[in-house]
């Protein structure tokens, strides 16, 4: 494959997850859960755990957004649930150096289709949003997340 087809590839999976996200409900009872919000755009997002033994037995999200924010959010829940907290705090960081160009992404999967926002800080800000809110979350930071 060319650079161009992974190119569409990638937009087409972002789309798609945009378009039907993936674990786009509320989990009822969640303990961890947390705001977050990207006052640049008017992203909105709510995540919920549900952590067991320090294990992400089941993650979820509600919220409204662009593209980049939902897809973001729906490919980050398939890829965290099941996994410990540490390894989710590993991904992240991973998937942040990925976003603004520190890093290679090649361990996260699907994930990697964010490493073409490197060029683009706003927009990274869209497709990271989702990851600090589930820190907080995790954190049991009280309050909303914000991305300023």
């Known amino acids: 494959m ?20 993936r674990n786009f409900r509320r989990i009822e009872g969640a303990i ?35 593209a980049i924010s939902k897809a973001s959010a729906s490919l980050m829940t398939e890829a965290i649930k099941g996994k410990s907290k540490a390894q989710a705090e590993q991904m992240f960081s991973r998937f942040r150096d990925l976003a603004t160009g520190s890093g290679h992404g090649s361990d996260l999967g699907k994930l990697a ?29 009280p309050g909303i997340v914000s991305t300023e």
């Open 2 to 21: 060319n650079d161009i087809e992974i190119a569409d590839l990638y937009q087409e999976l972002i789309i798609d997850h945009s378009r039907r996200p």
């Open 32 to 66: 961890h859960q947390a705001e977050g919000f990207n006052p640049l755009c008017g992203d909105k997002v709510r995540v919920y755990v549900d952590l067991e033994d320090g294990v992400l037995r089941d993650i979820s999200f509600e919220g409204e957004g662009c």
């Open 113 to 141: 289709v964010f490493s073409g926002l490197r060029g683009f800080p706003t927009r990274v800000k869209c497709a990271t949003l989702v990851w600090h809110t589930l820190r907080a979350a995790l954190e049991q930071t």
